[in-house]
């Protein structure tokens, strides 16, 4: 029998793999959702403000390098 043992086979199909177009306008998607959620806080949320600033910041680093081609 020639077939890998289940632990040893991958779970991953071309169907699970994102196209970067694809990663890009999910990054897009996700950088709205989070620079709403920025607009929307208050003075009072300081420490949730500096979370959505790190997380905004690290999602348009990584669209802008699925960006370059």
Known sequence: MSRRPESERSDWTDLDLLT???AYGRLQEEIAVTA????ELGAGDEAERE???TR??????????????
């Open 20 to 22: 970067r177009d694809e």
């Open 36 to 39: 709403g959620r920025l607009a």
């Open 51 to 53: 979370l959505l600033d």
């Open 56 to 69: 905004l910041r690290a999602l348009r680093e990584a669209a802008e390098d699925l960006n370059v081609r």
